[in-house]
């Protein structure tokens, strides 16, 4: 596609609740990142991956966090046991290596 | 570690004025440094970039300098319209790191009045 895709865009789940957001980045992006974006704030760094390779998951806030590329393309992070805090945009981003990042629109998840 | 800090918002213009958004940094190694913007209802996109000191980015009529001996990066436009009405987000990617990641400031909102 012409950009990254995030779907779905919205997700309400209960607290408790296992959820798994999916992106689909540019066509032939080596890396992809995900974020989290708390209201009223930045970014947050959460994950890194070249192709399929994990190299950096030290802002992965719990072990309930887990992503995954296995193929080196769409990536999926999932949040087990979801929690209020979990509440955010979560973003992710694709680029060349060590180009400019494109990002997506994001997944508003929402824990009640 | 690596971090931004840039000035808290909101910001309230009126439309042709001058802005300023001071943006500062800390890192270790050699960054290369951004501004990106948020319209409303949009993603976030790259408005400018720069990677090596005294280097300048420029688009849109924005201007940003990579000013290593005061460690900022201000981002500046000499007339704001309307539609630039948006969050704007100072950041940084270390290449001393072995991955690409980009560190965020938590943003300032700008609001334009006409």
């Known amino acids: 596609g012409a950009g990254v895709s995030q779907s779905p865009r919205y997700k309400v789940a209960k607290r408790g609740q296992d959820v798994a957001l999916r992106c689909d980045p540019i066509?032939?992006?080596?890396?992809l990142f995900w974020y989290q974006q708390a209201l009223g704030q930045g970014p947050e760094f959460l994950t890194y991956?070249?192709?399929?390779?994990?190299?950096?998951k030290s802002g992965l806030p719990s072990d309930r966090f887990f992503a995954e590329r296995p193929e080196g393309s769409v990536s999926t992070l999932k949040i087990q046991r979801t929690q209020q805090e979990d509440s955010a945009v979560y973003l992710c981003?694709?680029?060349?290596?060590?180009?400019?990042?494109?990002f997506g629109q994001g997944t508003r998840l929402t824990v009640v | 570690g690596d971090s931004v800090t840039q000035m808290e918002g909101p910001v309230t213009l009126s439309e042709e004025a001058f802005l300023t958004i001071n943006c500062t940094y800390t890192a270790t190694g050699y960054p290369s440094l951004f501004w990106y913007v948020q319209y409303p209802g949009e993603g976030l996109q790259l408005l400018l970039k720069?990677?090596?000191?005294?280097d300048k980015g420029s688009n849109k009529g924005f201007e940003a300098t990579y000013r290593k001996e005061t460690t900022s990066f201000h981002l500046e436009k000499g007339s704001v319209q309307v539609s630039d009405s948006a969050v704007y987000f100072c950041?940084?990617?270390?290449?001393?790191?072995?991955?690409?990641?980009?560190?965020f400031g938590k943003g300032t909102r700008l609001h334009i009045l006409p």
């Open positions: 981003a694709s680029s060349l290596s060590r180009a400019e990042a494109f």
């Open positions: 950041a940084l990617s270390d290449r001393k790191n072995r991955d690409d990641k980009i560190i």
């Open positions: 720069a990677t090596k000191a005294d």
């Open positions: 991956f070249q192709n399929e390779a994990q190299l950096d």
């Open positions: 066509s032939g992006h080596v890396s």
